[in-house]
């Protein structure tokens, strides 16, 4: 994991609150989530990624709620 800066790491915690189903690190400057499980077939089917990486924590929190959408839709969030 790489330092953060104390805004990052402000962001960090607040993604890590909003979204406990995932795992949530900085790696190499990149923001990953990983599902702590794997989407099902149905669910890789509409979208549901297992890990993604975003350039920055903003980003990161939209592909989050657009993949808590489509968790949502399914009724499976």
Request: aromatic share 8%.
């Amino acid at each position: 994991m790489d330092r953060l800066s104390l805004w990052e790491g402000a962001h960090l915690a607040a993604i890590e609150t909003t979204f406990p189903g995932w795992r949530i690190l900085v790696h190499n400057r990149c923001w990953w989530a990983t599902k702590h499980s794997p989407p099902t077939p149905a669910q890789k089917a509409a979208g549901v990624l297992h890990q993604f990486a975003r350039p920055g924590p903003l980003e990161l929190v939209a592909a989050l709620t657009e993949q808590l959408g489509i968790l949502s839709r399914m009724g499976a969030a």
